[in-house]
């Protein structure tokens, strides 16, 4: 016989917070991207700026998840608090990367 593991948050408001922190400052960012362009080639069509406006905030609250998880399961004394704090930040900043990279394949990011 197997046991099974599941992964349940311990404090899903928590969860929920982070996510939205990170997708909202994922949108934020993507807009203050986008809106100033101006020049949009025919072959991009008429709804180009959806997909990077859907797929850089999914990152963001990823990155808000990944940084969740990191803070509850990794030991939060001393120096391992501010190497958790750096390593959620720096998963975070390379996830929004990747967002922003797949977001605007085939159009800006040419």
């Known amino acids: 016989m197997s046991q099974q593991i599941t992964v349940v948050p311990q404090n899903f408001a928590s969860l929920k917070l982070r996510m939205l922190i990170g997708g909202g400052v994922a949108f934020v ?47 939060q004394t001393g120096w391992f608090k ?3 704090v750096l390593l959620s930040l720096v998963v975070y900043i390379i996830g ?13 990011w040419d």
């Open 29 to 75: 960012l993507i807009t203050i991207f986008l809106l100033p362009v101006k020049n949009v080639r025919p072959e991009w069509g008429q709804f180009w700026m959806v997909r990077p406006f859907v797929i850089v905030p999914l990152a963001g609250a990823t990155g808000g998840a990944a940084s969740y998880y990191l803070t509850k399961h990794l030991p």
């Open 82 to 84: 501010v190497a958790t």
């Open 96 to 108: 929004l990367w990747l967002g922003t990279v797949l977001g605007l394949a085939g159009t800006l």
